[in-house]
Protein backbone atom coordinates (compact mmCIF):
# COMPACT_ATOMS: atom_id res chain seq x y z
CA UNK A 1 0.00 0.00 0.00
CA UNK A 2 1.35 3.29 -0.91
CA UNK A 3 1.90 6.31 1.50
CA UNK A 4 0.25 9.46 0.35
CA UNK A 5 1.21 13.29 1.28
CA UNK A 6 -1.19 16.35 0.07
CA UNK A 7 -0.86 14.45 -2.98
CA UNK A 8 2.37 13.69 -3.30
CA UNK A 9 3.65 9.86 -3.02
CA UNK A 10 5.92 9.32 -0.27
CA UNK A 11 6.06 5.11 0.23
CA UNK A 12 5.28 2.68 -3.25
CA UNK A 13 5.03 -0.92 -1.69
CA UNK A 14 7.38 -0.43 1.14
CA UNK A 15 9.90 1.95 -0.90
CA UNK A 16 10.58 5.44 -0.47
CA UNK A 17 9.84 7.10 -4.18
CA UNK A 18 12.50 8.01 -5.82
CA UNK A 19 11.72 11.80 -5.82
CA UNK A 20 11.89 11.86 -1.99
CA UNK A 21 15.26 13.47 -0.88
CA UNK A 22 16.62 10.83 1.33
CA UNK A 23 19.51 12.76 3.07
CA UNK A 24 22.10 9.96 1.70
CA UNK A 25 25.75 11.51 1.65
CA UNK A 26 27.44 10.43 -1.94
CA UNK A 27 31.14 10.87 -2.33
CA UNK A 28 32.06 13.03 -5.06
CA UNK A 29 36.15 13.71 -4.64
CA UNK A 30 38.90 11.86 -2.11
CA UNK A 31 42.58 14.21 -2.00
CA UNK A 32 45.19 13.07 0.14
CA UNK A 33 48.17 14.63 1.29
CA UNK A 34 51.36 13.99 0.65
CA UNK A 35 54.14 16.88 1.57
CA UNK A 36 51.28 19.07 -0.35
CA UNK A 37 51.17 23.04 -0.89
CA UNK A 38 47.42 22.75 -1.61
CA UNK A 39 44.47 20.69 -1.95
CA UNK A 40 42.13 21.71 -4.36
CA UNK A 41 38.37 20.91 -4.70
CA UNK A 42 37.88 21.85 -8.62
CA UNK A 43 37.47 19.48 -10.63
CA UNK A 44 35.23 15.86 -10.44
CA UNK A 45 34.70 12.83 -12.64
CA UNK A 46 32.67 14.12 -15.41
CA UNK A 47 31.88 18.04 -13.92
CA UNK A 48 32.74 20.88 -11.07
CA UNK A 49 32.27 19.27 -8.14
CA UNK A 50 30.53 21.95 -6.12
CA UNK A 51 27.30 22.97 -8.44
CA UNK A 52 23.64 22.58 -8.35
CA UNK A 53 23.63 19.19 -8.19
CA UNK A 54 23.35 19.53 -4.27
CA UNK A 55 22.34 22.40 -2.48
CA UNK A 56 24.78 20.97 0.99
CA UNK A 57 27.85 20.00 0.75
CA UNK A 58 30.39 18.31 3.75
CA UNK A 59 34.27 18.49 3.96
CA UNK A 60 35.20 15.49 5.83
CA UNK A 61 39.21 16.31 7.18
CA UNK A 62 40.78 12.76 8.47
CA UNK A 63 43.98 13.14 10.47
CA UNK A 64 45.45 16.53 8.75
CA UNK A 65 49.14 16.26 9.81
CA UNK A 66 51.20 19.36 9.04
CA UNK A 67 54.69 19.73 8.26
CA UNK A 68 56.31 22.64 9.98
CA UNK A 69 55.41 24.05 13.87
CA UNK A 70 53.33 27.05 14.22
CA UNK A 71 50.49 27.06 11.68
CA UNK A 72 46.57 26.86 10.91
CA UNK A 73 44.58 25.61 8.52
CA UNK A 74 43.25 27.59 6.24
CA UNK A 75 41.10 27.57 3.20
CA UNK A 76 39.19 30.22 0.23
CA UNK A 77 36.49 29.79 -2.55
CA UNK A 78 36.77 30.69 -6.19
CA UNK A 79 33.77 31.64 -8.37
CA UNK A 80 36.00 31.50 -11.15
CA UNK A 81 36.93 27.61 -11.27
CA UNK A 82 40.05 27.99 -8.63
CA UNK A 83 41.56 30.59 -10.91
CA UNK A 84 41.78 32.98 -7.92
CA UNK A 85 40.75 32.11 -4.72
CA UNK A 86 39.90 35.68 -2.74
CA UNK A 87 36.40 36.03 -1.84
CA UNK A 88 35.16 37.83 1.12
CA UNK A 89 34.60 35.74 4.07
CA UNK A 90 33.23 36.85 7.63
CA UNK A 91 33.51 34.55 10.30
CA UNK A 92 33.69 33.88 14.11
CA UNK A 93 35.23 31.32 16.57
CA UNK A 94 35.75 30.05 19.77
CA UNK A 95 37.00 26.63 21.24
CA UNK A 96 37.37 24.61 24.22
CA UNK A 97 41.21 23.06 25.73
CA UNK A 98 42.13 20.56 27.77
CA UNK A 99 45.38 19.29 28.73
CA UNK A 100 46.25 15.71 29.23
CA UNK A 101 47.67 16.27 33.01
CA UNK A 102 44.00 18.11 33.55
CA UNK A 103 45.58 21.10 35.16
CA UNK A 104 44.22 23.79 32.43
CA UNK A 105 41.63 24.55 31.02
CA UNK A 106 40.15 27.07 28.59
CA UNK A 107 36.92 28.32 26.74
CA UNK A 108 36.43 31.59 24.72
CA UNK A 109 36.40 33.22 22.37
CA UNK A 110 39.67 32.55 19.30
CA UNK A 111 40.07 36.29 17.76
CA UNK A 112 42.92 35.22 16.19
CA UNK A 113 40.84 32.78 14.07
CA UNK A 114 38.41 34.79 12.79
CA UNK A 115 37.58 37.27 10.12
CA UNK A 116 35.67 40.52 8.43
CA UNK A 117 35.13 40.55 5.31
CA UNK A 118 38.85 38.88 4.57
CA UNK A 119 39.57 37.94 1.05
CA UNK A 120 42.91 36.02 2.72
CA UNK A 121 42.53 32.40 2.92
CA UNK A 122 40.41 31.98 6.33
CA UNK A 123 41.37 29.83 9.07
CA UNK A 124 39.98 26.71 10.08
CA UNK A 125 41.84 25.25 13.55
CA UNK A 126 43.77 26.88 16.18
CA UNK A 127 47.45 27.52 15.61
CA UNK A 128 49.17 23.92 15.27
CA UNK A 129 52.27 24.58 18.10
CA UNK A 130 54.39 21.09 17.20
CA UNK A 131 55.04 18.41 14.52
CA UNK A 132 54.88 15.53 17.15
CA UNK A 133 54.63 12.21 15.06
CA UNK A 134 50.94 11.49 16.53
CA UNK A 135 49.88 15.41 16.13
CA UNK A 136 47.10 15.64 14.14
CA UNK A 137 43.49 17.34 12.96
CA UNK A 138 39.71 15.88 12.65
CA UNK A 139 36.92 17.40 11.80
CA UNK A 140 33.79 18.01 9.51
CA UNK A 141 33.03 21.27 7.38
CA UNK A 142 29.31 22.35 6.26
CA UNK A 143 29.24 24.17 2.81
CA UNK A 144 25.57 25.26 2.09
CA UNK A 145 24.33 25.97 -1.27
CA UNK A 146 27.42 26.91 -2.85
CA UNK A 147 26.39 27.23 -6.68
CA UNK A 148 23.70 30.20 -5.33
CA UNK A 149 23.16 32.91 -7.11
CA UNK A 150 20.75 34.72 -4.90
CA UNK A 151 22.39 34.35 -1.10
CA UNK A 152 25.95 34.54 0.62
CA UNK A 153 27.79 31.11 1.46
CA UNK A 154 27.15 30.03 4.95
CA UNK A 155 29.89 27.40 6.42
CA UNK A 156 29.87 26.01 9.78
CA UNK A 157 33.04 23.95 11.38
CA UNK A 158 33.18 21.62 13.82
CA UNK A 159 36.79 19.64 14.27
CA UNK A 160 39.34 18.38 16.94
CA UNK A 161 42.96 18.92 17.32
CA UNK A 162 45.88 16.70 19.18
CA UNK A 163 48.82 19.39 20.05
CA UNK A 164 51.76 20.27 21.98
CA UNK A 165 53.00 23.39 22.96
CA UNK A 166 56.40 22.50 25.02
CA UNK A 167 55.91 19.83 27.35
CA UNK A 168 52.22 19.74 27.86
CA UNK A 169 49.56 17.75 25.36
CA UNK A 170 46.19 18.96 25.05
CA UNK A 171 43.12 18.49 22.75
CA UNK A 172 41.63 21.82 20.99
CA UNK A 173 37.55 21.65 20.20
CA UNK A 174 37.37 24.01 17.09
CA UNK A 175 34.01 25.79 16.19
CA UNK A 176 34.32 28.17 13.30
CA UNK A 177 31.29 29.27 11.43
CA UNK A 178 31.05 31.98 8.30
CA UNK A 179 29.57 32.83 4.67
CA UNK A 180 31.70 33.97 1.98
CA UNK A 181 30.15 37.45 1.22
CA UNK A 182 29.36 36.87 -2.75
CA UNK A 183 26.36 36.26 -4.43
CA UNK A 184 28.25 34.59 -7.52
CA UNK A 185 28.47 31.09 -7.70
CA UNK A 186 31.23 29.43 -5.61
CA UNK A 187 32.63 26.26 -8.04
CA UNK A 188 35.88 25.49 -6.28
CA UNK A 189 37.81 25.68 -2.72
CA UNK A 190 41.26 25.30 -1.85
CA UNK A 191 42.68 24.52 1.55
CA UNK A 192 46.74 24.96 2.77
CA UNK A 193 48.69 25.74 5.51
CA UNK A 194 49.33 29.37 6.37
CA UNK A 195 53.05 28.38 5.73
CA UNK A 196 54.59 24.93 4.62
CA UNK A 197 53.16 21.90 3.51
CA UNK A 198 50.53 19.57 4.45
CA UNK A 199 52.21 16.52 5.63
CA UNK A 200 49.78 13.73 5.08
CA UNK A 201 45.99 13.92 5.80
CA UNK A 202 42.48 13.04 3.97
CA UNK A 203 39.86 15.15 2.64
CA UNK A 204 36.28 14.23 1.02
CA UNK A 205 33.89 15.59 -0.60
CA UNK A 206 30.58 14.82 0.24
CA UNK A 207 27.10 16.16 -1.82
CA UNK A 208 23.69 15.73 0.13
CA UNK A 209 20.76 15.21 -1.22
Request: proline content about 0%; hydrophobic content about 40%.
Amino acid sequence: MGVISNGTTLLDAGAIDSGIATGAMTLIKTLTASSSATLSFVDGASSVVLDSTYDSYVFKFINIHVASANQHLTWQASTDSGSNYNTACTSTAFGAQHNEAGSFTQLGYSAAEDAAQSTSFISLSTENHAIENDDSYSGTLNFFDPSSTTFVKHFILQANQVNTSGTARYVAREMIAGYFNTTSAIDAVQFKMTSGNIDAGIIKLYGIK
